[in-house]
Structure formats: C-alpha cells, structure tokens
C-alpha cells in the first residue's frame, strides 16, 4: 500500500510517500525557517499564509519524485492535532479534499504519535519491540510516556510550563545565537565548558508527578541570573560556555526524569522523537547507558516530516481505520495537556 502522508502543523511544510508503513518512496519538507528567522519564532498568520501558498506544489514533488501519480496512491493521511490551528486546517483541508477527489480512504493523524512512528520508517534496524518508553520533545513538548503499540500510549510525565525545544529557542533568542535555537546552541555548545556555569535543577514535586520536568527555571537563570551561576573566575562571558553549560542542564532535566520512568517501569527501551532528539549531547548521553536501549530516527525524520505522517497513517489504514471527511484539526490533543495550565 502506498500512503500519501501531509504534515502542516507548525513550520514545515511536507509530503511524502511511504510504502507499507516502511519504505520511503520520497519525503519533501519546504522548511519555512528562513521566513520566520527574522521575527526569532514562528509567526503562526505568516506560517498558514506559506502552508497555503506551498503545499499544492509540496504534495506534486513528493509524487513526482517517488515516480507516482495519484492514481497510483492507496489512502492519504494528514496531521491532524496537536500544532497551530491555522496551520494544521491547511494540511488536513488538501488532505482530505485530496482524498475525496481520488476516492482515497483517508486518516487524520495525532503528530506526536507519528514522531514516536519515526523510527520504524527506512527499516533501519532500528525498530523495538512494544512496549517502550518514549521520549517526545520538540518545540511544543517534552513529553515521558509508556507506548503499548503505535496508536497507544500513556503520558507518564510532562513539562509544567515551557517545552524543552522551546528553552532552547528563547535562551537562543536572547543571545543572538540564531533561530530556531536548538541547532545553534547544540553547535555551539561543543567547543564550550559545560562546567562554566551551574545551573539549578528545577525540584519538582516528586511524590505525585515523579516523570515531569519544568524549564522556565532553567531559562529565567540563563537569560537573567547568568552572573549568580558562573562557577568559574573567567573574566569574560564566553557564548559556547553558556550554550553548553545550558545544554547540559536542559539534557540533565529530561534524563533525570526519563532514567527515573525506566527504573521504575521495567521497561529498558526508548524510542526518542521531536525536533531535540537531533541534540548530540543528548543522542551521546543516552548512548552511556549500555543498560538501555535508546532508538534515535534517523536525523532527516526527527524533525517534522510527512514520512513519518504516511508511515503511522499505513497502519491505520491497513486495519481498516478511516476518519470522516468531517474531522477537523485541533490545536490540542487530549491527554497531552500540560497537567498544570
Ligand atoms: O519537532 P520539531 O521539528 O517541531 C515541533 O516543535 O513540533 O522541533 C523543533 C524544535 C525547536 O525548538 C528546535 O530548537 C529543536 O527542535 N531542535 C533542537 C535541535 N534541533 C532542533 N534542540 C536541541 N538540539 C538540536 N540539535
Ligand atoms: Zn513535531
């Protein structure tokens, strides 16, 4: 079977074409970055505007270059939550317009479902078996979760205010490094001291919520209270010490929390998604812990992507799910939800 996979919920801007939820036949992402670079985050008016103006020529190059036409295609499936409403609408609308055109069953897809689906793309070798634990973190979340199977999962921990990618973004942000921040700080953070600066980990409740992180702590100390935290004499502030003494901290976070959940769980897999599983620190810390398992998808599939869409749409497909022509995107997606607004 081959599927058409959308993705628009954020920034990217994405097509591909996956057979039988493993091989890739093509996978195009028209990155909106530049466009957004200037205004250092994503500006969500401008971000539909570009889906609206792009995805037509986006979804013919992925059938172009997988060497296909539309009747050559067996179902279509499209973001449908969680990201910028606006966005997302753009997607899903071609989608399922696509779908009703060609007479194609159609699937609306949970996006962070799909990162965890990531790894299973390629037949890289990479595939676990259920259950393990997944680690979402993007832009938007940062997410510790049981995963059962690729459409079920259990939200173990979360963040109780700011996203991890989005840390790295606003500390990126504030000195200038570039945008989106996480890229550059990664960069710049391996010719730094991580030991220049120390600074706090967040001390979360830990008896009720023993897996949630938290990360505005950690920004205020990086963008306001830098001097209280130099742990060195130096006489300049030197931009790679802060990036990696940051990135340390930010990386200490999740796996304090995620090393937590598999002691406690049992469960000695990981498969790790989102924009922040590309961190080098993070990919080399877990690859210490030869007493686990840590999957990492391939870099051009950590990022949002629509393989990964068409890959986990297959699935669904394939067992005879399809949604109605009426579904509608949704910003939020149930049980995802930060616990404490
Ligand atoms: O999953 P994604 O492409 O989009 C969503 O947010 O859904 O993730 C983007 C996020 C951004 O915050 C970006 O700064 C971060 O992923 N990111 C990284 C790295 N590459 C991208 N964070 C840390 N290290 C990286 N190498
Ligand atoms: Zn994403």
Redesign the pocket.
Known sequence: MKILGIES????CAAAVVENGTWVLSNVVATQIPFHAKYNGVVPELASRMHTEWIDGVVREALEKASLGPADLDGVAATAHP?LLGSLLVGLSFAKAFAWARGLPFIAIN?MLA?LYAPRLMATGAVTDYPFLGLL?????SIICRVDDFDTITVLGTTIDD????A??KV?KYYGFGY????Y???LAKTGDSTAFRFPLPSLHKGDHPYDVSYSGLKTAVINQLEQFRSKNTVTVRPEDIAASF?KTAVEILLRSLFRAAEDTGLSAIVA????A?????RSRLAERTDLRCVFPPLEY???NGAMIAGIGYQYLARGDRSPLSVTASARVQGFRKKYP
């Open positions: 919920s954020c920034d990217e990201g996006h990162h973190v993007s832009g938007g979340h996203a991890v990618g989005e790295f973004d990126s989106p921040g996480g890229d700080i990664d960069k990135q998604g989102g924009g922040v590309a961190n080098s620190y993070l950590c990022g949002d």
